[in-house]
Each structure stands twice: as structure tokens, then as C-alpha cells.
């Protein structure tokens, strides 16, 4: 569909009517869900974040972009989550303490949705006695935690430690991710695992549960 390259632009420059208009009409044309995310809304995020890194755009596009990326998203949710699919497991998902980015975060959720996953969302500037108590309320089997900055990303092993406090750790796989994760932190920090992006995260969850 030709008017791809128009959400991708859309993102970019913060256009969120358009980015709607674009994502309906990609969706009336059935055009595949992945492909819209993945080869087009995702990179336009990456696109606006170079530019952030470069001294190009500030934070007011970025903000502009995030609103544009998730106005699409909504219209993309329904289709993620397949109600169809048999139950694989509950996963308490959250953004960590400090940090409020939360577009990769719920994309995740959304993916893992899809898969069969029941996913509990506690959203964004979450502290580690919230994401014990809901591990402990939704009785979850995977906890996962997200970060985007350099400086929450090492709140992840005060999460830990307070779910190995309460007497949890050995209760519940922990996956990690965002943009300055990497598996060798996920290793330090005693994370189960840690995938890049959400398709491979919602095959992580899977191995994880079968482990
Ligand atoms: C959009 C954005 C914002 C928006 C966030 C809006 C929102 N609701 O999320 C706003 C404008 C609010 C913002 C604010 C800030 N931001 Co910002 N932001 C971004 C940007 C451009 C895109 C992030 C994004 O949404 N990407 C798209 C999604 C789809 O990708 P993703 O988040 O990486 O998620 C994928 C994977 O990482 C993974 N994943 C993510 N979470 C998880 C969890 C699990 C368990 C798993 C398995 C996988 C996984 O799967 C996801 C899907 O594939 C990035 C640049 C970048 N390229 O990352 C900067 C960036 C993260 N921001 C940055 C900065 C500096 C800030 C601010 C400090 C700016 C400021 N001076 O105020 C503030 C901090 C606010 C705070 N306390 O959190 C820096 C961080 C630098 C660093 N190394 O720490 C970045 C890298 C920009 C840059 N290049 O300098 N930001």
C-alpha cells in the first residue's frame, strides 16, 4: 500500500490525525498488522529518536511523535489481542521507577496479548513494591520490565532484590527490555532474559514458561 510511507512521515512529524487516518485505511486494506508496527510506525520512532541523539528534533517532537505513534497503536490493539487464542500465562508488565516511556512497553504488551498471554499493565514510574504486590495479586508467571534511560535501567536489580525480599524470586521469570538493555545486564543483574524487540519477546515468554 502505497500510503505507508505517509504513516511513517506522519510519526515522524508528529502528524497524529494523519497518522490515524493512514493506520485506518491500512486496515481496511489489510495490509498485516507486523508489517505496519514494525517496518513503519517503529522505525519512524527510531527515525525522530536519531534525530533527538543529533541534536536535530527536541522534545516537543518527540512528545508529538510518541502521541501520533500511539493514537495508531489504539486502532492496531484489537487486532493483537486475538481473543481466540488459549491462555499461555499472566504477565505483570511495567515501565521501572524514574522513567516514563512506555510505547515500547505497551507494544510488548500488546504482542504478548496476542499470543494468548493474560497481561496486566501497571504502567509507567513504577516502584518495586508495586510490582511485587501485583506479581503476588495476579499470581503472574512472568514479570516484565521495561527501561529506557541509562540512569532507571539499573532499578531492574532493585526490582529483583525486592521480589527475592518478599520470598517471590524463585516464583516468577523476570524479562527485561528497552533500548539500553542488553542480555549481558540481564545476566548481571539475575534477569531470566532479555529480547530486543517485542516479536522475539513474546518467543522469550514462551521458552521461559517451558524452561
Ligand atoms: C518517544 C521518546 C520519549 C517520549 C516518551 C513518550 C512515551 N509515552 O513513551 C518523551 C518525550 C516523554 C521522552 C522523554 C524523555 N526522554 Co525519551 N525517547 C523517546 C524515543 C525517541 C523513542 C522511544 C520509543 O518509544 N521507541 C519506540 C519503541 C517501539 O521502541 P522501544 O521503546 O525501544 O521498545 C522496544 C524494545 O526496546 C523492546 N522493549 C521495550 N521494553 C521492553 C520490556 C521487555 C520486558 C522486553 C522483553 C522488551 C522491551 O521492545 C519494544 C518493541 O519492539 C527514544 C529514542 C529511541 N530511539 O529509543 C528517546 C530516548 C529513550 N529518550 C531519551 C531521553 C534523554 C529522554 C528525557 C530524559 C529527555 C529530557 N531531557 O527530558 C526524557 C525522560 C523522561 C522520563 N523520566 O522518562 C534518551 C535516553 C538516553 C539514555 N541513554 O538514557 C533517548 C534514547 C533519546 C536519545 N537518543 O538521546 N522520550
Redesign the pocket.
Known amino acids: 500500500m502505497e500510503n505507508l510511507d505517509q504513516l511513517y512521515e506522519a510519526i515522524l512529524k508528529g502528524n497524529r490525525p494523519l497518522a490515524i487516518e493512514t493506520t485506518k485505511l491500512a486496515i481496511e486494506q489489510k495490509v498485516d498488522i507486523r508489517t505496519i508496527i514494525d517496518n513503519y510506525m517503529?522505525k519512524a520512532?527510531?527515525e525522530?529518536?536519531?534525530r533527538?541523539?543529533n541534536g536535530k528534533a527536541f522534545?516537543p517532537e518527540?512528545?508529538m511523535?510518541?502521541r501520533a505513534?500511539?493514537g495508531a497503536m489504539e486502532l492496531l490493539q484489537p487486532f493483537l489481542a486475538n481473543s481466540d487464542v488459549p491462555r499461555a500465562g499472566t504477565v505483570v508488565?511495567g515501565t521501572v521507577k524514574?522513567?516514563?516511556?512506555?510505547?515500547?512497553?505497551n507494544?510488548?504488551a500488546a504482542m504478548l496479548e496476542g499470543s494468548g498471554f493474560e497481561v496486566i499493565n501497571i504502567g509507567v514510574d513504577i516502584p518495586s513494591g508495586k510490582f511485587v504486590s501485583s506479581v503476588v495479586e495476579h499470581q503472574a508467571n512472568i514479570l516484565?520490565?521495561?527501561a529506557?534511560?541509562?540512569?532507571t535501567m539499573n532499578y531492574m536489580k532493585d526490582v529483583i532484590r525486592a521480589l527475592e525480599e518478599a520470598g517471590i524470586r524463585n516464583k516468577v521469570k523476570i524479562?527485561?527490555?528497552?533500548?539500553?538493555i542488553s542480555s549481558t545486564f540481564a545476566t548481571e543483574i539475575g534477569a531470566d532474559g532479555?529480547?530486543?524487540?517485542?516479536n522475539a519477546?513474546v518467543a522469550?515468554a514462551r521458552q521461559l514458561l517451558a524452561s
Open positions: 517503529s520512532m527510531d525522530i529518536g536519531h533527538f541523539e522534545v518527540l512528545l511523535s510518541a505513534m500511539k508488565i524514574g522513567d516514563l516511556h512506555d510505547i515500547g512497553k507494544l510488548v516484565c520490565l521495561s529506557l534511560l541509562t540512569t524479562m527485561i527490555g528497552g533500548a539500553p532479555y529480547s530486543s524487540n517485542a519477546a522469550l
